[in-house]
């Protein structure tokens, strides 16, 4: 081997071992956490640190539910012609290693959510080939390295403007089975061209952070499904004590209004007992779908027990949860429930006590123990009816 061969053979060994060293480290980074949004920020991490990939900034967007478009979710970077915020010059400038960077999550939230995140998450990109290079990266499950000659042809002028895109390199998040969203980092500050080893370096990080993704999603639905009730897909009884106990004193620190709605079904046993309980769990869904439809977004809906239910009213006034209960009451009471064989048509009834937050109390069990006298004060009145308690 001649020495040049010799040479130019250490300098690929040298390299190999400082991508392997960077992947090692990225890869204990990103175990960090499963939560999504900690490992988004571990994902712009990973790109723009130092220690990392070097990229002076990172943008993510996140396939939506209904992959429709592309949502704008974080970013790390400064704005165009703005002096360098608190996260990017920390990410960029700080002796700390990956890990340690992304560690600083919690300490961090704040400002990450601010300046260029801000900016990025007003942006929504229509999956559609019209949409220029954002959306062709995610329908195609393709790079795209896009430079400043032929971005204003290839790129929404608007998308474009707003980010003040140059050269820069857009890549597609690959799951297992699908693409998560899209990832797009540029050097707008070092104007350090985009090599084929930083598009390549990138590709091999972007599949690892599309998995990152998909079993922070997998955490997140399993976690997610320990709150349901399992029969009625409402929040359970852990969740509602859980989200109760946050509501009381945040109303309380606020001087707010809360009020909490307990319903139960009337003469569910003997229901029960004469069509069997195949068909009270069914009737328990669809009331549970009814409950759901008729309350409002920012309400929470929780099973309580057996035939109960509980509504959680944030920022509501007790003449307003009476009207929200009304609006429930006739809709369970004009409503035709079936047995699981969608047969045997009948009518049900609920009574709904409702306890509204005094402004001495900050104590969960109160408020509940205040709406649950009220429900039994309705029972004994005749049952399908409302009371408020005194």
Known sequence: MNNNKYKETLKQLKQARHELFLFYEIGNAMRTSLKLEHILYAILTCVTAKEGLGFDRAFLFLVNN????????????????????????????????????????????????????????KISVPLNEEAGIPALTALENMLHKVTISTSAKKVNKEFLNTLQLSDF?????????DVHGVLIADNPITKKNIDKDDVRILSLFANQAGLAIDNSKHYEHTEKLTELDSLTL?????????????????????????????????????????????????????????????????????????????IICMRTKE????????????????????????????????????S???????????????????????????????????
């Open 66 to 121: 209904e992959k429709t478009k592309l949502v704008g979710k974080m970013a790390i970077g400064p704005k165009s012609g703005q002096k360098p915020d608190k996260i990017w010059h920390q990410i960029k400038q700080e002796k700390k290693d990956l890990t340690d960077l992304v560690q600083s999550y919690e300490q961090l939230s704040k400002e990450i959510n601010k300046g260029l995140s801000s900016l990025v998450r």
């Open 356 to 390: 509204s937050l005094p402004p001495d109390i900050d104590d969960k069990n109160k408020l509940i123990k205040r709406a649950d006298q009220a429900l039994y004060k309705g029972k004994a009145k005749g049952r399908n009816r409302i009371e408020v308690a005194n």
């Open 234 to 310: 409402l929040y359970n009884h852990g969740k509602f004590q859980q989200i109760l106990t946050n509501e009381v004193k945040k109303s309380h620190r606020y001087k707010s209004n809360l009020s909490l709605l307990i319903i139960d079904i009337d003469f569910f046993k003997q229901f029960n007992d004469t069509y069997g309980h195949q068909a009270g769990d069914e009737v328990l869904r669809q009331i549970s779908s009814t409950l759901k439809a008729n309350a409002r977004t920012s309400d929470m809906v929780a099973r309580y027990g057996g035939e109960e239910f509980a």
């Open 169 to 177: 390199i857009s890549l597609p998040l690959r799951g297992k089975n």
């Open 319 to 354: 003449e307003d949860a009476l009207r929200l209960a009304e609006r429930i009451r006739k809709a369970v009471e004009t409503y035709n429930f079936c047995d699981n064989n969608n047969k045997k048509k009948c009518n049900l009834t609920i009574t709904i006590g409702i």
